[in-house]
Antibody
Framework: QVQVVESGGGVVQPGRSLRLSCAAS????????MHWVRQAPGKGLEWVAV????????FYAQSVTGRFTISRDNSNNTVYLQMHSLRPEDSAVYYC?????????WGPGTRVTVSS | AIQVTQSPSSLSASVGDRVTVSCRAS??????LTWYQQKPGEAPKRLIY???NLQTGVPSRFSGSGSGTDFTLTISSLQPGDFATYYC?????????FGQGTKVEIK
């Protein structure tokens, strides 16, 4: 079935790095842009980043520009979010999503906690 | 970046009530407005895309309207499973932006 599943979350100290992964299945991955969205504890949704179908174009929220990098591996149907210089305010559940797909699959999310 | 202001932040309603949630964009976004429903501990679920198009499988009591800068989500007759938080999303231009959310609670 159409699905995306995130992984790679965990507890990390401020200033450190973490890479999230999102594995897609059940659809033609190369046909769609892919997005990351996050949700801090008890807060609303925040759009984070997008990568184009071929990986050649990306765009970021101002809050993560210069620190986060989105990329994709079309041979493995996977999208990544490399996060550097993490801050406590980056603590959130991170969701991978494919809104261009008619079913708009979202994963269950992976939790990132930035704390010393 | 386009700002999206959603109101109210919360509301209390009873089963069978008609409920409306509003979103206002800081500039013209044509019809590029999506509505999501989120229940605690779950990923968001798309209800409506491009202002008024119902996502497959979503009950017809949900509807959307508007254009330009002002948009509305309407639930014609609130059901027990509809108590949740609703978000609008402008997907007209990057960076995409969500509204602040509206929590629909039981009265």
């Amino acid at each position: 079935q159409v699905q995306v599943v995130e992984s790679g979350g965990g507890v990390v100290q401020p200033g450190r790095s973490l890479r999230l992964s999102c594995a897609a299945s059940g659809f033609i991955f190369t046909t769609y842009t892919m997005h990351w969205v996050r949700q801090a504890p008890g807060k609303g949704l925040e759009w984070v980043a997008v990568v184009s179908r071929d990986g050649g174009h990306t765009f970021y929220a101002q809050s993560v520009t210069g620190r986060f990098t989105i990329s994709r591996d079309n041979s493995n149907n996977t999208v990544y979010l490399q996060m550097h210089s993490l801050r406590p305010e980056d603590s959130a559940v991170y969701y991978c999503a494919c809104p261009d797909h008619e079913r708009d699959p979202w994963g269950p999310g992976t939790r990132v906690t930035v704390s010393s | 970046a386009i700002q999206v202001t959603q109101s109210p932040s919360s509301l209390s309603a009873s089963v069978g009530d008609r409920v409306t949630v509003s979103c206002r964009a800081s500039q013209d976004i044509k019809s590029d407005l999506t509505w999501y429903q989120q229940k605690p501990g779950e990923a968001p679920k798309r209800l409506i895309y491009t202002t008024s198009n119902l996502q497959t499988g979503v009950p017809s009591r949900f509807s959307g309207s508007g254009s330009g800068t002002d948009f509305t989500l309407t639930i014609s007759s609130l059901q027990p499973g509809d108590f949740a938080t609703y978000y609008c999303l402008q997907d007209h231009s990057f960076p995409w932006t969500f509204g602040q959310g509206t929590k629909v609670e039981i009265k």
